[in-house]
């Protein structure tokens, strides 16, 4: 062979190399000899040992029992900023597991697959929690099952309540109470009383869920079907005077405004802060992790403003909406096998609990129930050997979950919402001379314009 | 013969052309394809011509992100720009201990940048207890809101960005340093020139190209700041410190909105394109004159 040509043949080989590595990054099969491939979210990380066995056992169990399903298990959290391009590139899982502020977006964008004829045929659907299942049901489309649920809380420090002189066993209920503790606190401790987030969309979540506490809404539909912005008005001026006060005229609040939820359960874990506003069971395991001492977190009820409402969120579960119908079926009956049954069927509830309570992780948090009351009776009843948390400390918490009416996030651009509310949280919490009257009139704007532009 | 060894060249080029392509130029003219269309990445893109722009200018934001990134930028030519250089000229003329200046001067480079951003966040804690307050109140300064204050955030951002970047500018400014002809300093000094008047005189003519061609990457790189923003105070408080890659960041991975995110980033391109063409003329200008 000449020179030359051995340097085309060398050249070609290369470029054939690259293109092969490049046909290699094709996602994994859809099917294969009939069987269904499907990728699921949600299996517990290596460090995991005991519940990543479980996950490992559930699915040989699925397979064996579905053999035309295969499971392929995904260790890796939903993150928004990968979601898209994996998406895009074709690798985004079948099943995603994600926290509820993501389906109105994921439902609006079109990302997430209608599952409303595999769901309605499983043996459990008709007993769902109907106040949970309306956050994934729009007209006869369901969009998701829940894997767990919870409603926005008060959560405290026992401790610093003691050491204030506030009795731990009564949480404060209503927002005038919560000012006049989280000053004690801060008086007596020189810790934050009421702590408060208020960057990467925090803000506009609290905001919202304060403002559902006080009888308020963020939007509503016109006569039309079409949302605007609906806060506006008394619900949410008296959230940000009650901010306003609570931060400049008590100075009970802090002055470390400027975190999300990860900072707050340091702080918080740290015995830093009296109060916040979170969901107590979505928190307690995080809480435990950052090295905070069981014994002093106290879980109470959503302080109100007059409304008796919560806002309430869940971690759902949901479909691709590339996967095909077989993957559709298949990811439902997963979804049965792995999320529902644990709260439906004692004995595998009783499973879980033990292999939890091996590893060390809390067992018997109390919950914002995802079936009925019954069921979750007979669930508790069923893991009340391997129970390994301070439930009693969860009392007043649970006692108001019966009581409140759940509102859930706004139904469209809830993210855009929320982040175009941040900053007048954060400028009423950085600023004592903050205007309320023109931040909320230019909120209001802003929220009618993405509105606007994401029903357009 | 030349023809013949070109065109082996040529082909032996082929395969880190295609793949220059395909990684780099690929991906901007998607971006540019995508910046006139709708997509949620599942169904088809649909054309949409000028909605996307539409859109973006009709955001009450754009504006000011694109002021908070002109000041981002003003901060660090002022800040930024000198500072490296007065080192870097100040470690030139130490006698002794030059190569541990240099290290000490390079090592916040060495630090990943989201973990010196983290770092300076604990720093810049408000209250007596943070560390730059507590420095402060030792000469009965502060307590001051670094990042909880939307005069002092900006401010404080560009602080760390430039102690984490200084390093690199540093070290090109004492190599270039090293260029200077000797001959030069010997006759001032025979002239009796102060230290001043050599580096006035001397020095800073004689490194006029290297501090035009950083001018440049610092105008390039402050224009497309993220990662303190991002991680220091998320374009808080207020949106004191929202950025324009901020919002492209927000459009695309928070709103799922990419063809919003695709226009802004190809006005930011252009914008830079403009920068950097100026820039030329002027030094092109600058050198011949």
């Keep these: 062979m000449h020179t030359r040509q051995r340097r085309i043949v060398g050249a070609t080989a290369a470029i054939a190399l690259v293109a092969g590595l490049a046909a290699c990054a094709a996602p994994a099969g859809e099917e294969d000899d009939g069987v269904v491939v499907i990728t699921v979210m949600g299996m517990p990380a290596a460090t995991n040992t005991a519940a990543l066995e479980l996950f490992q056992q559930q699915v040989a169990e699925f397979e064996e029992l579905n053999p035309d399903i295969r499971v392929v298990g995904s260790d890796v959290p939903w993150d928004a900023k990968t979601f898209a391009a994996r998406l895009a590139g074709g690798s985004a899982p079948t099943l995603l597991r994600v926290p509820l502020t993501e389906p109105p977006s994921l439902i609006e964008r079109g990302q997430v697959a209608d599952i409303a004829a595999e769901a309605s045929e499983l043996d459990s659907f008709e007993e769902l929690n109907p106040r949970v299942m309306a956050f994934l049901e729009r007209d006869d489309a369901v969009y998701g099952l829940p894997e767990k649920s919870y409603a926005f809380g008060l959560v405290y420090n026992r401790a610093l309540f003691e050491e204030a002189g506030l009795d731990p066993d009564q949480p404060p209920t209503t927002w005038d109470e919560v000012r006049e503790a989280a000053k004690q606190i801060s008086d007596a401790t020189g810790k934050t009383g009421f702590g408060e987030i208020s960057t990467n969309n925090s803000g506009g979540w609290h905001l919202t869920g304060y403002t559902y506490s006080n009888g308020g809404s963020m939007i509503e539909p016109g006569t039309d079907g079409a949302y605007t912005a609906s806060f506006n008005d008394d619900a949410a001026r008296d959230v940000l005077e009650w901010w306003k006060q609570t931060r400049w005229t008590d100075d009970s609040l802090g002055d470390n405004v400027l975190g999300k939820q990860e900072d707050m359960v340091a702080a918080f874990a740290a015995g830093e802060v009296g109060m916040w506003v979170s969901a107590p069971p979505d928190l307690y395991p995080q809480f435990i992790n950052a090295g905070g001492d069981p014994e002093i977190y106290g879980a109470g009820a959503m302080p109100q403003g007059g409304a008796d409402a919560t806002l309430a969120g869940a971690t759902v579960l949901m479909v691709n909406a590339k996967a095909s119908a077989e993957e559709r079926d298949a990811a439902v009956k997963w979804m049965d096998f792995r999320a529902l049954r644990p709260n439906y069927d004692p004995e595998v509830a009783a499973a879980y609990a033990e292999v939890s309570a091996e590893d060390g992780l809390p067992v018997g948090v109390p919950v914002l129930p995802i079936f009925s009351e019954e069921k979750y009776a007979e669930i508790q009843e069923a893991i009340a050997e391997y129970v390994n948390v301070e439930v009693a400390n969860f009392d007043p918490y649970v006692a108001s979950l019966a009581a409140f009416e759940y509102v859930p996030e706004p139904l469209v651009a809830s993210q855009e919402i929320y982040a175009a509310l941040d900053p007048i949280v954060q400028a009423v919490l950085t600023d004592p001379n903050a205007d309320i009257e023109q931040l909320l009139d230019d909120a209001e704007a802003r929220v009618n314009t993405i509105l606007e532009q994401a029903q357009g | 013969m030349r023809r013949r060894a070109a065109g082996a060249g040529l082909v032996f080029l082929l395969p880190a052309l295609v793949l220059f392509g395909y990684f780099a130029w690929w991906p901007i003219v998607q971006s540019a394809i995508l910046a006139f269309q709708r997509t949620n990445l599942v169904d088809a893109a649909e054309w949409v011509g000028w909605a996307n722009f539409e859109q973006l200018f009709a955001d009450p934001l754009l504006p000011t992100a694109a002021l908070n990134t002109l000041w981002f930028t003003a901060l660090s030519m002022l800040i930024g720009l000198p500072l490296p250089l007065l080192v870097a000229v100040a470690m030139s003329e130490l006698r002794r201990g030059g190569a541990l200046a240099r ?5 916040p480079v060495v630090i990943p940048p989201v973990v010196s951003v983290l770092l300076w966040k604990v720093f810049f804690a408000p209250g007596e207890n943070g560390v730059v307050n507590a420095a402060l109140g030792l000469v009965g300064l502060g307590p001051f809101p670094w990042l909880q204050s939307p005069e002092l955030a900006m401010p404080s951002l560009v602080v760390v960005a430039t102690w984490s970047g200084a390093g690199t500018a540093i070290l090109i400014y004492l190599a270039a340093l090293t260029g200077v002809a000797t001959e030069l300093y010997e006759a001032a000094e025979l002239d009796g020139a102060s230290v001043w008047r050599r580096i006035w005189h001397v020095t800073l ?75 030329l003329r002027l030094t092109r200008s600058w050198s011949s004159s």
């Design chain 2, 103 to 107: 290290v000490l001067a390079y090592l």
């Design chain 2, 205 to 279: 003519p004689q490194m006029r190209g290297v501090i035009l061609v950083l001018l440049l990457l610092q105008i390039i790189g402050a224009l497309q700041v993220f990662t303190e923003p991002y991680v220091m105070t998320d374009g808080g408080p207020a949106n004191a410190t929202v950025t324009v890659l901020l919002m492209i960041y927000r459009y695309a991975f928070l709103f799922g909105n990419f063809g919003v995110a695709s226009a802004l980033s190809i006005l930011l391109a252009l914008v830079l394109v403009v920068v950097s063409a100026v820039y």
